[in-house]
């Protein structure tokens, strides 16, 4: 044995002797966490965004034909919804899986659900064939997405923020949000290119139930992916090391159940942004513009991609600022923004333009930290289960109902529902924001 080696028991090895400590072997570096947490947002990114333009494109046609176009996709936007309302019950009935079977287990049995229910999807017949009931075979997989959803939390993001170097977890914390542009920008893109393909009766005869195959199959893919990631002896070893494991909801709503709330209004500026410059203007456009599908898409894509290049951008304004001032500060960009949204919208194909432009900008920015921002006051214990509701939350407060409501007060009082919404959602951010501060003052 080479006598370099040798340590003195309870004495740590000297640098350069080519012999990593157990700790080292067991430590799983911040760029292999975030592979993982990209890969599982793009995929799940990715089916949610083909339900969401198929609700706008195709759902009043096939499962509503029998109302007009608005009454439609008003229908449709409500079984949006759905997945948002019981994904905290999937979080719920996931975490007792986990506890009874397992962390592989829960995630191959929600991924799995996940993808059923979108391939299901892509093989119902519509209004025309079965009535009633593909409107509720149609909610019956909305269901199964939701619960999915909500069961396919595997406790990533909260590793990748405790493992983040110190001065970088803004950096990090916007690694795992990239998967909303890319996850978008591959639905846009597929549903552009089949709208530009086929005619209309092609593309709602069969046209639009590719993409949710595709979505299956992605799906799939990720699934293993992901349990080769989370299944290994690291992975494993660093979530229990830092408690991420399920905890009692009774004992944690009892004890820091405020945090889940601050933590989920914290970012409802971001999650409002996010269905108003996605789904909600490609009604608006449809139902009130001469702007072509394809060319409106078109422009989506682009604003995909510069949120995709504002998130890098954003995590290098919260590693200076800090993460919460960097949510207050775009929550009021947010705010400032929305009072141009009746000019922008209501003013031909140029001003919608810069509403989706300048709007999926300002998502890159705020969504790019909106994850997490307050997970830290959660005790160690909390942490896995808490930031899983508060994520759940965040989305059923801020996204869920965004487009049916947006849509519906805007026809009923004008767009300037729509400023009134985001603003609304600016002001619950900072509200949040200060709460919080205070809270944390008081605690020190």
């Known amino acids: 044995m080479n006598s370099n080696t040798l340590s003195t028991v309870g004495q740590p090895l000297p640098r350069g002797t080519g012999v990593a400590t157990q700790a080292e072997q067991d430590a799983v570096a911040p760029g292999d966490i975030a592979v993982g947490v990209v890969i599982g947002r793009a995929s799940e990114y990715f089916d949610f965004f083909v339900y969401g333009i198929a609700s706008v494109l195709v759902f009043p046609a096939i499962f509503f034909p029998h109302l007009e176009r608005l009454e439609g996709t008003l229908w449709s936007f409500a079984l949006l919804a759905l997945a948002f309302v019981v994904r905290p019950i999937g979080t719920l009935i996931g975490m007792s899986l986990q506890r009874r079977f397992g962390r592989g287990v829960k995630l191959t049995v929600a991924l799995f659900l996940l993808g059923i229910s979108t391939c299901v999807i892509a093989v119902l017949p519509g209004y025309n064939a079965w009535g009633p009931a593909a409107i509720l075979a149609l909610a019956l997989c909305r269901v199964g997405q939701g619960l999915a959803l909500g069961g396919s939390w595997d ?17 990090y914390a916007m690694l795992g949000q990239l998967g909303a542009p890319v996850g978008f920008l591959i639905a846009a893109s597929l549903f552009a290119y089949l709208w530009g393909s086929l005619n209309v009766i092609d593309f ?25 990631l989370v299944m290994t002896h690291e992975y494993e070893k660093n979530l229990e090391e830092h408690e991420l494991d399920p905890c009692d909801t009774i004992e944690l709503f009892r004890e820091q159940g405020y945090n889940i709330f601050i933590g989920a209004f914290a970012a409802l500026a971001s999650y409002a942004l ?27 894509i682009i604003g995909a991609l510069l949120a995709g290049a504002a998130m890098p951008i954003s995590g290098l304004i919260a590693d200076r600022i800090g993460r919460r001032s960097t949510l207050g500060t775009l929550a009021t960009a947010i705010g400032i923004f929305s009072l141009f949204t009746p000019l922008l919208l209501d003013s031909g194909s140029m001003g919608q333009n810069i509403f989706i432009l300048v709007g999926f900008v300002l998502l890159g920015l705020s969504y790019g930290q909106s994850a997490g921002a307050v997970t830290s006051n959660f005790l160690p214990r909390f942490r896995y289960t808490g930031a899983a509701l508060t994520a759940d939350l965040a989305w059923l407060f801020g996204a869920a109902f965004a487009p049916l409501v947006a849509l519906g007060l805007s026809i009923q009082f004008g767009l300037w529902a729509v400023t009134a919404y985001l603003l609304s959602g600016a002001v619950v951010t900072l509200v949040a924001l200060r709460t919080n501060r205070m809270l944390q003052m008081k605690d020190n």
């Open 274 to 300: 996010f269905h108003l410059v996605t789904v909600f203007p490609l009604s608006w456009v449809i139902l009130h513009s001469d702007n072509s599908v394809g060319q409106f898409l078109s422009v989506q």
């Open 155 to 171: 406790g990533l993001p909260s590793l990748l923020a405790i493992n983040a170097p110190e001065g970088r977890r803004g950096w």
């Open 204 to 228: 709602l005869s069969w046209g639009w139930r590719f993409p949710f195959f595709a979505a299956f199959a992605l799906n799939v893919v990720a699934l293993f992916a992901r349990l080769r």
